[in-house]
């Protein structure tokens, strides 16, 4: 299957029709390509993995903010990151299926993912939230990428 997906996303590329916007879904060639049709700009859908009432979905933020960041990218081209699900949801931490993690992981893991989306020639990254809960993480984050430069 994924020889399939290769061959496709070549091809295509091959007849110039326009990149894909998901980051895994490029061959290392067209990420390249991909990054300078982008001008750098790299989209991050951040969400969380929790309870939705009885009948939705775990994952209602990530599928909320997935579709809106792929929506986004028709009419302006970016890399859309993997949806990124590694959150705190404490006050639901004991509902089936909620996914917390500790508050210094979330951190670190914020800033490896971020790191490795600019050691790949992202130089715009976007956090955009499809979760409410998020609000406070993605400030005070911002406010620690302060402590050293940045491009």
Not at 83 to 90: K, N, S, T
Request: net charge neutral; hydrophobic share 40%.
């Amino acid at each position: 299957m994924q020889r399939v997906v290769i061959a496709l996303g070549m091809a295509l590329a091959c007849r110039g029709q326009q990149l894909s916007a998901n980051w895994a879904e490029l061959p290392g060639p067209d990420f390249v390509r991909a990054i300078q049709q982008a001008k750098g700009v790299c989209l991050l859908p951040f969400g969380i993995i929790e309870k939705h009432g009885p009948t939705g979905p775990m994952g209602t933020d990530l599928l909320n903010v997935r579709y809106a960041k792929f929506e986004a990218v028709k009419q302006e081209y970016a890399i859309v990151f993997p949806e990124y699900y590694f959150r705190q949801i404490f006050e639901a931490k004991h509902q089936p299926g909620t996914v917390a993690y500790s508050t210094h992981l979330q951190l670190e893991m914020l800033q490896e993912a971020t790191a490795e989306m600019a050691r790949n020639g992202c130089t715009k990254v976007v956090i955009v939230s499809g979760h409410g809960g998020n609000t406070n993480l993605i400030k005070f984050f911002a406010q620690t990428q302060l402590e050293t430069s940045k491009d």
